[in-house]
């Protein structure tokens, strides 16, 4: 797949005349549990040509590719990503820190190095507070609960800990995040739902697990 995935980014490159500064894997791969028919989540940046922004008239800033049942491809022009780096947007954050990297150039490393001045632990506490609240309302409240959902909800709030203790941005890794944030009393029944979910389809369902009392242990 990795084969793959280079190919459709050079592909991007040729047919939108751009260049591809950072391309990496998002989501359940980059997040560390990834089930055995998980799709790829590719992000990218990428910079046009200097007569592209001279242009009078704008030029879309986003490229995606048509969702398949394994690839989902899609990024960010260089402008946007710098408008959303001076709003700290969190998923930016997070592509500069995927442990996944499919291609890569002298820039990311000189945008590391600035991101830190932009990391607003409001905005991402926000950001993460809400995917928690909007996955637990929607999904874990049921009698049968898709595994995955679950992470949907622990992982923000463990990003929120680590926010609120470290004040910087939270790691791509569960794993890291698990073992910093978590506490002590939920990690078996956690570590245990983590391996149903790296070894079980993505749409399989489990019945509400409530040893994990999600709503009294991240206070939703």
């Not at 591809?20 to 989501?27: D, H, K, N, R, T």
């Not at 989540?41 to 046009?48: A, E, G, L």
């Not at 399989?204 to 994990?212: Q, T």
Request: with cysteine; glycine share 2%; proline share 5%.
């Amino acid at each position: 797949m990795e084969k793959i995935i280079k190919e459709k980014l050079r592909e991007i490159e040729k047919q939108e005349n751009v260049r591809i500064l950072l391309a990496v894997e998002s989501g359940s791969r980059a997040w560390g549990f990834a089930s055995p028919d998980s799709d790829y989540d590719v992000r990218f940046i990428y910079v046009r040509q200097k007569e592209d922004y001279l242009k009078l008239e704008s030029v879309r800033d986003v490229i995606e590719l048509p969702i398949d049942d394994m690839l989902d491809i899609n990024g960010w022009d260089l402008q946007k990503t710098l408008r959303l780096l001076y709003k700290s947007n969190p998923t930016l954050f997070e592509w500069f820190s995927s442990p996944i990297i499919y291609m890569e150039t002298e820039f990311a490393d000189q945008f590391r190095r600035v991101m830190s001045n932009y990391f607003s632990s409001k905005r991402s506490l926000y950001h993460y507070i809400s995917m928690a609240e909007g996955n637990y309302r929607e999904y874990l409240k049921r009698d049968m609960v898709r595994a995955k959902k679950y992470f949907y909800v622990l992982r923000p709030v463990l990003a929120c800990r680590w926010i609120l203790e470290k004040g910087t941005p939270a790691p791509m890794l569960f794993s890291e995040l698990m073992d910093a944030q978590l506490p002590s009393k939920l990690y078996r029944d956690v570590n245990m739902l983590l391996e149903l979910k790296i070894n079980s389809p993505e749409i399989r369902e489990i019945p509400r697990v409530d040893k994990i009392k999600v709503s009294q242990s991240v206070g939703l």
